[in-house]
């Protein structure tokens, strides 16, 4: 992967404090191509726990803020503020912290989904409009090379007209009522509250949706969702079974559990055309599958024959040496590195960064708003309404 390092681009959080799962993987991610540099934070809603989780990452405390909206202001104003900022919050606090950099001309790199509810999704793409700073949405698995041989192959035909697109992203971390025995991850994503009215459709479902789409690019028309909450008072949904109907006559299948014991990050992809199907496994990344219709099937690696310049452009080490989770969100790191550059520079971004933007971030949300308003519904089959 080739990397251009015009001096680190200086970067802030908002969430990911002590005892926070995906602040840290932000942090490692950032700094794997050596393009970003941490240099300020308000790392929790709670003024000591961001004070102290500043200190263990050794930042100024003068640049680790108790308010996300005192931290876009004053770093605004500084002459070495920050150029970009992560925001790794909870869901609902995603537009909130956002905004308020955004505004500012700060760039966004902002976990998924894109917030926890529809309105506020749309008016998160109205505040990234308006603004002259750049939105990159971290949906992780678009950056994992094999995922971007698949979506050049389907791009020049190799799978001919598609037909079918079957995603499923099956865990069994919350079999039980964690959320009860206090562990923190488990009690704020089954809180509708904080995590939106979508449960494992709208933890990992969404993943498993954008993945479909940035692989297939199919846009989808219509769909028909049926949620089940299996763990006694839960208030979110624990399985989702989805049927997609995509514009151009293309039939789909999500399935997302978090409910399913023997799956720990089961994602995995087939997409099928009348040339040929290829299949993807998040827990076997380096591999891609390529079934020509009538021959056996091929299997593809990262940095070996068949792999070609889509996927050799993300690849950092030999093939035969796994790159998985870090890799694939420390490429839409870089990726955003490389768009802020030119951005800096008044040049347009280059046509081979890709990331996935808030129209994507967008169009998750309403995939998860469709879904729950078709299963309320009883199962029917409802368009999305962004």
Not at 49 to 60: E, H, I, R, T
Not at 279 to 286: D, R, V
Not at 324 to 341: K, M, P, S, V, W
Request: aromatic letters at 8%; a neutral charge; hydrophobic letters at 40%.
């Amino acid at each position: 992967m080739e990397r251009q390092n015009a001096g680190r681009i200086r970067l802030g959080m908002v969430g990911g404090g002590r005892d926070a799962f995906i602040g840290g993987v932000h942090r490692m991610a950032a700094r794997l191509d050596d393009q970003f540099e941490l240099v300020a934070g308000c790392f929790s809603a709670t003024a000591e726990k961001s004070q102290a989780s500043g200190a263990d990452l050794g930042l100024d405390p003068d640049r680790v803020y108790d308010d996300f909206a005192a931290m876009a202001q004053r770093e605004a104003r500084l002459k070495q503020g920050i150029e970009a900022v992560a925001i790794v919050t909870p869901n609902h606090m995603h537009y909130p912290a956002a905004r308020e950099f955004l505004k500012r001309g700060i760039h966004v790199i902002c976990d998924k989904p894109l917030t926890a509810a529809l309105p506020e999704a749309k008016r998160m793409l109205q505040a990234a409009q308006r603004s002259e700073a750049l939105f990159i949405l971290t949906h992780n698995y678009s950056g994992y090379p094999m995922v971007r041989q698949a979506r050049e192959m389907v791009a020049v035909g190799e799978l001919g007209q598609l037909r079918v697109v079957q995603v499923e992203y099956p865990q069994d971390w919350l079999t039980e009522a964690l959320e009860t025995t206090g562990a923190k991850q488990a009690e704020w994503r089954t809180d509708p509250a904080r995590s939106g009215a979508g449960g494992s459709i709208g933890d990992i479902g969404t993943h498993a949706y954008h993945l479909a789409g940035f692989v297939s690019g199919l846009q989808l028309e219509a769909l028909c969702a049926d949620l089940q909450s299996f763990v006694p008072g839960r208030r979110v949904d624990d399985n989702a079974h989805v049927l997609l109907r995509y514009v151009g006559g293309a039939r789909g299948m999500l399935w997302s559990s978090q409910v399913a014991p023997g799956n720990e990050n089961a994602l995995r992809l087939r997409v099928y055309g009348d040339k040929g199907g290829l299949s993807w496994a998040q827990e076997e990344p380096n591999t891609l599958w390529h079934s020509p219709f009538g021959e056996p099937p091929r299997r593809l690696t990262r940095g070996n024959a068949g792999a070609g310049a889509a996927a050799a452009r993300v690849t950092r080490i030999p093939a035969g040496h796994p790159e998985g989770y870090l890799e694939g969100f420390a490429t839409l790191y870089t990726e955003a590195a490389a768009a802020i550059r030119a951005h800096a520079a008044g040049a347009p971004v280059p046509p081979e960064v890709i990331y996935p933007t808030v129209e994507d971030g967008l169009a998750g949300v309403a995939f998860v708003e469709a879904c729950v308003r078709s299963s309320d519904r009883g199962g029917v089959w409802v368009k999305p309404a962004a």
